[in-house]
């Protein structure tokens, strides 16, 4: 009885190509911000939110995608750089555990690869605590990741779950 053993080649990691991750780079009141791609399903023009009463300022409400509501989180007052919201921009829809929610940014900068500095940024005032990953590199200066899946959930929390 004879085994046969596989003759094929095999490479070596570093020959490989590996694919490296993306970095979706957007601007929220003229700070340039960044995510992981892989949490963006879809980039949308901004469309106008039905506001919920009762919600915190920087939730602007819900939009209608497709026969789906959406919960739209406006970064720009969730960061702090402005006490309402602006027109415009476009809607990063957002994957989460729990669904799809929006986050409402003033423009897509583009796709980059993601080169991550560590570093994260969750101490401080409170307005970004949890949200800020790390920096990642654009080959200019480094810009904060931002993790959009907790802040859509945080924003679907109620208050005292937060």
Known sequence: MSTS???APTT??????????????????GQTYGCPL?????ILAARP?????GAPAHVRGVVNVRGRLVTVVD????????????PGGHLLLVETAAGVGGCAV???????PLVERGGGGNGGNGTTEGI????????AEPIPLLDLPTVIRQALLFPGER
């Open 75 to 86: 970064l720009a007052v969730r960061l702090g750089a402005r006490e309402t919201a602006q």
């Open 106 to 112: 003033d423009a897509v900068c583009g796709v980059l």
């Open 132 to 139: 800020v990953t790390g920096f990642g590199e654009t080959g």
């Open 38 to 42: 892989v949490h963006v399903r879809e």
């Open 12 to 29: 070596d990691a570093t020959d490989a190509a590996a694919p490296t991750a993306q970095l979706l780079s957007f601007l929220v009141a």
């Open 49 to 53: 939110a039905t506001r919920l009463p």
């Open 5 to 7: 053993t596989s003759t």
